[in-house]
T-cell receptor, first 112, second 114 residues
């Protein structure tokens, strides 16, 4: 398995501001993933982050809105920029290990 | 495009009963089918998974049935307990650019009543 922590666990932000979410894994992993889970909805992959390279974004998600950093093999950040109420969601960090995907506890973002 | 369809959206089961959640997929390139359990305020946790060369996998009270020709799979929870009350997601994954890309179903909110 994998132990994944995220900070913050929740936040309330004003429209137009940005929130940076941190993800820490207990050991080195090649790939880290960021998902969005809108209220009562399924999980949608935002992007895949490899250490030392640009993140790969899924259709409908762009780097200007969701910049990602991956400075080392145990850490990543996701920034949600220029927030609007539609960005209110749970954001989840995930890692792949031994063919399985493991998820962090999520960050619940509310945009007013 | 929803590649993994899941039903029902919600389910209420009496304690001790059987909970059944169904999923269907479209893309035959999927080669791994996990189920995740999510409690409120928590991230999804892997519950059980199956590969398409197997028709059934059982772990404790949880069983996956897999029908490759119909492109359908289901989760059965035997002797359902109130502690099983959670949202369940089926998923399907395939190799994409060197990693397993996971597509999730829409989720089923299960409530087990005493």
């Amino acid at each position: 398995s994998a132990v994944i922590s995220q900070k913050p666990s929740r936040d309330i932000c004003q429209r137009g501001t940005s929130l940076t979410i941190q993800c820490q894994v207990d050991s080195q992993v090649t790939m880290m993933f960021w998902y969005r889970q809108q209220p009562g909805q399924s999980l949608t992959l935002i992007a895949t982050a490899n250490q030392g390279s640009e993140a790969t974004y899924e259709s409908g998600f762009v780097i200007d809105k969701f910049p990602i950093s991956r400075p080392n093999l145990t850490f990543s950040t996701l920034t949600v920029s220029n927030l609007s109420p539609e960005d209110s969601s749970i954001y989840l960090c995930s890692v792949a290990r031994s063919g399985e995907q493991f998820f962090g506890p999520g960050t619940r973002l509310t945009v007013l | 495009q929803q590649q993994v369809k899941q039903s029902p959206q919600s389910l209420i089961v009496q304690k001790g009963g059987i909970s059944i959640i169904n999923c269907a997929y479209e893309n035959t390139a999927f080669d791994y089918f996990p189920w995740y359990q999510q409690f409120p305020g928590k991230g999804p946790a892997l519950l059980i998974a199956i590969r398409p060369d197997v028709s059934e996998k059982k772990e404790g009270r949880f069983t996956i049935s897999f029908n490759k020709s119909a492109k359908q799979f289901s989760l059965h929870i035997m002797d359902s307990q109130p502690g099983d009350s959670a949202t369940y997601f089926c998923a399907a994954s395939m190799n994409s650019g060197g990693y397993q890309k996971v597509t999730f179903g829409t989720g089923t909110k299960l409530q087990v009543i005493p």
